[in-house]
């Protein structure tokens, strides 16, 4: 039991009046993939945002039931949000580098408060490092002083998941990472994740069932607001329990 | 056949439409591109008159300190030094332009980002109203406020500079804050989340992330709050004090190059030597408004993020 790194019980998130999940079980095992999967509106992104309360910014959004991290409940009231976000990294839907060089990206993290100590040729390490855990960095290495934005979208996603990696977080939740790239680009995100899957608990929510199928070790399925079923990714996807959700996998509704 | 053929030969109705269209619309082009050349012609031509019908040296006119046009120096040259104007313009324009951007940018944070719901009613709504004020009416608030507060608290007439500068920070104030709200909405979003979820504060993000995104449009901003600084006249003249003197201090009277123009119009011939000098400040107060123009061009360009 000592490998689960976050469980959640009954999660319920409202958007002022309106619940949006209602009350989600779900636990994550340390240095396993999770795909969250489900139809266009279900919560995925809803769910995954209250990880590490990014969900937070929207006004009006309350989150009850728990979620612990470590035993510890990350919604408690004496929580350091910032340091939670430290250890708990997310790369979104669309590849959103600052309009730095790939450098600065990747040093931003680092530079917060806290580890400002950090010497020039460190900080070249830790990026040169981060972006080749990323798989990005042949690509980039040459010109690491242009704008992150110079670069393709599938390029820009990795050096974003370098920026996430280089403040060495515990756990990486990835929201459709790939639902704007090519193939090519998807597949070498893909490769990224299962090459450095060994250092983190990772979660993905994709509306690509190849994906899912081809990276995950858990799937969770999630039906308007519900967590239908979770479980290993082989047996949900050859045997699932739930009509709905074999439903859902031969493409009969979402 | 041969009607249809008569039909399609035959221009319709949109297409003379369109055509009157574009003539009514070429016409205005022209008659505004002739008006503006027009004006250009004016200001160069009576403007660069003081050096080639008066044989005002160029150099004398820009260095010099004495401005009485009128007169002639020891020498027999018309005194014609436009210097004092040119520091005093420069003078409040850059000071109030300093102390106005600090206070733009807080307001324009907390309109945009901090507390965008109050920032959308009221003080969008202040900010306009301060826009909508004419000129004269700062001068005037300048003239019974300022003036003899800036007298109470350091003695001498209350005129000068300071006074100046106060009174155009409070008019290019909306103007640079307007302009910087719109650099801070173009920002997307998604930097603020992406700063966030890598253990950001919220005020790290804003100095790191949205200030750095938005720093083109707000040095923008500011050349625009400084160039409106630069040509406003009115007000400046009711509380500068109008003395064509090299400024000493902060305190004492002094002139700058619109306020001069706006004082000293109404008293000379045209043609005279002191008409066209006035006509000289004006051609400085063009050239300047080029210089501010290529300058956003420029600071512009150099803000394109996609570079
Ligand atoms: N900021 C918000 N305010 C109010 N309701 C919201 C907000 N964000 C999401 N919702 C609602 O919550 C529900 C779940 O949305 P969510 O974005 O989590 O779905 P999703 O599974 O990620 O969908 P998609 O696959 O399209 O990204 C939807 O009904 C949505 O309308
Ligand atoms: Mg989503």
């Known amino acids: 039991m000592t490998d689960k790194v976050i469980t959640s019980e009954n999660v319920r998130l409202y958007y002022g009046e309106k619940e949006a999940l209602h009350g989600v079980n779900l636990d994550f095992k340390k240095n396993e993939i999770t795909a969250l999967i489900g139809p266009s509106g279900s919560g995925k992104s809803t769910y995954l945002r209250c990880l590490n309360r990014i969900n937070d910014l929207i006004p009006e959004v ?27 990294g997310m790369v979104f839907q669309q590849p959103n580098p600052f309009p730095f060089s790939v450098y600065e990206n990747v040093a931003y993290g680092v530079k917060l408060a806290g580890r400002s100590k950090v010497s020039k040729a460190e900080m070249d390490k830790i990026v040169e490092d981060s972006l080749k855990k990323a798989a990005v960095w042949d690509e980039v290495k040459d010109n690491l002083n242009d704008s992150a934005l110079s670069f393709s979208g599938g390029q820009q996603q990795r050096i974003c998941i370098a920026r996430v990696l280089a403040v060495k977080p515990e756990i990486i939740l990835l929201d459709e990472p790939t639902s704007a790239l090519d193939p090519i680009s998807s597949y070498a995100i893909e490769n990224t994740l299962l090459s450095i899957k060994k250092d983190y ?41 739930e009509k709905e959700t074999n439903d859902y996998l031969n493409g009969k509704f979402g | 056949m041969d ?12 297409t003379k439409q369109e055509t009157v269209g574009k003539i009514i619309s070429y016409t205005c082009i022209v008659a ?47 005194e014609v030094g436009a210097l004092p104007m040119i520091v005093t313009s420069f003078a409040v324009t850059i000071l109030s332009a300093l102390v106005a951007t600090p206070f733009a940018i807080a307001v324009s944070l907390f309109m945009t980002i901090i507390a965008p719901k109050h920032g959308k009613g009221f003080l ?9 004020i004419p000129s004269v009416v700062y001068g005037y608030i300048g003239l019974t406020l300022v003036v003899p507060f800036i007298r109470h608290l350091y003695g001498g007439t209350g005129f000068g500079i300071l006074s100046g500068t106060i009174v155009l920070f409070v008019m290019v104030l909306p103007t640079i804050t307007s302009l910087t709200v719109d650099s801070l909405k173009a920002v997307p979003r998604y930097y603020l989340e992406a700063s966030l979820a890598l253990g950001a504060t919220r005020w790290q993000t804003i100095y790191k992330v949205i200030l750095r995104a938005a720093t083109p449009g707000i040095l923008t901003a500011i050349i625009f709050g400084m160039a409106r600084a630069f040509g406003e006249a009115l007000a400046v003249q009711m509380v500068i004090g109008n003395a064509t003197l090299m400024p000493k201090s902060l305190l004492t009277p002094a002139a700058t190059l619109t306020s001069q123009l706006t004082t000293g119009i109404g008293n000379t011939v045209m043609g005279s030597l002191p008409n066209n000098a006035l006509w000289s400040l004006a051609l400085i107060l063009l050239l300047m408004s080029l210089v501010f123009n290529i300058a956003v061009k420029f600071v512009g360009s150099k803000g394109d993020l996609n570079k």
């Not at chain 1, 799937?219 to 519900?226: R, S």
């Not at chain 2, 260095?63 to 120096?73: E, H, K, L, M």
Request: proline share 4%; no cysteine; net charge positive.
């Open chain 1, 201 to 241: 608990t990772i979660i993905i929510v994709t509306h690509n069932m190849q994906q899912a199928s081809r990276i995950s070790d858990q799937t969770a399925f999630l039906l308007d607001g519900k967590l239908v079923e979770a479980g290993p990714t082989k047996e949900i996807f050859i045997n699932p329990k």
């Open chain 2, 3 to 14: 009607q249809i053929k008569a039909k399609l030969m035959k221009p319709s109705k949109e």
């Open chain 2, 124 to 132: 969008q709504a202040i900010i306009e109203l301060l826009v909508g």
């Open chain 2, 32 to 78: 505004i591109m002739l008006l503006v050349l027009l004006v250009l012609y004016f200001i160069i031509s009576f403007g660069m008159s003081t050096f080639t019908k008066n044989n005002v040296n160029l150099w004398s006119f820009l260095s010099g300190t004495n401005w009485s046009p009128g007169q002639v120096d020891a020498h027999g040259n018309p």
């Open chain 1, 62 to 88: 309350t989150v009850t039931g728990s979620i612990k991290m470590d035993k510890q409940d990350i919604y408690a009231p004496n929580v350091d949000i910032t340091e939670l976000r430290k250890r708990v």
